[in-house]
Antibody, heavy 119, light 110 residues
């Protein structure tokens, strides 16, 4: 059973860079034809897809965030990461990592981690 | 790309059925058979309930069913149970961005 776990600072100052890591267990991040996504959810609001990465390093980003987002992968650690630069209060949200099944859905999710942007 | 439109709330008594709509455009819901539905309990991660419009992942009860007509997809929960009370989100492949999600529907079991 695949499991995902987000980790990283829960508080980030405005204008700084948000950095999160997702650790995948229960299987190799490189096995199968899967992409690995980041999705966020502001409190009381809906879900927003941020971007995804394949283990080759190929990425797709949401155009609304593309200028500020970098997603990377470390197959040796079975991890993938998110960096979001120049954050503002509007970036405060629960951030989820998830497996993109390549069937255009997300079949496994991490528990989510709250990131608050505040000075 | 705007979020897909869902009703804010829906409700039903135990044993009844409830149907949630998800309206998009020909660029997302109407253009592809890649609509999925997620159940989210408070403080928990979303859980995939339906994929490719009407397919159920292993372990999801057959009380959950999905369909699509034109630019609108629907999720029906039959035989409502107390544990079905949750928020439900639809999602569709949309090209750019790759995925759009719905606005979410809170289902209440009366």
């Amino acid at each position: 059973q695949v499991q995902l776990q987000e980790s990283g600072p829960g508080l980030v100052k405005p204008s700084q860079t948000l950095s999160l890591t997702c650790t995948v267990s229960g299987g190799s991040i490189s096995s199968g034809s899967y992409y690995w996504s980041w999705i966020r959810q502001p409190a009381g609001k809906g879900l927003e897809w941020i971007g995804r990465i394949y283990t080759s390093g190929s990425t797709n980003y949401n155009p609304s965030l593309k200028s500020r987002v970098t997603i990377s992968v470390d197959t040796s650690k079975n991890q993938f990461s998110l960096k979001l630069s120049s954050v503002t209060a509007a970036d405060t949200a629960v951030y989820y990592c998830a497996r993109d099944s390549s069937g255009w859905d997300h079949d496994y999710w991490g528990q989510g981690t709250l990131v608050t942007v505040s000075s | 790309q705007s979020a897909l439109t869902q009703p804010p709330s829906a409700s039903g008594s135990p044993g009844q059925s409830v149907t949630i709509s998800c309206t998009g455009t020909s660029s997302d819901v109407g253009g592809y058979n890649y609509v999925s539905w997620y159940q989210q309990h408070p403080g928990k991660a979303p859980k995939l309930m339906i994929y490719e419009v009407s397919k159920r992942p292993s372990g999801v009860p057959d009380r959950f069913s999905g369909s699509k007509s034109g630019n609108t997809a629907s999720l029906t929960v039959s035989g409502l149970q107390a544990e079905d009370e949750a928020d439900y989100y639809c999602s569709s492949y949309a090209g750019s961005p790759l995925y759009v999600f719905g606005t979410g529907t809170k289902v209440t079991v009366l």
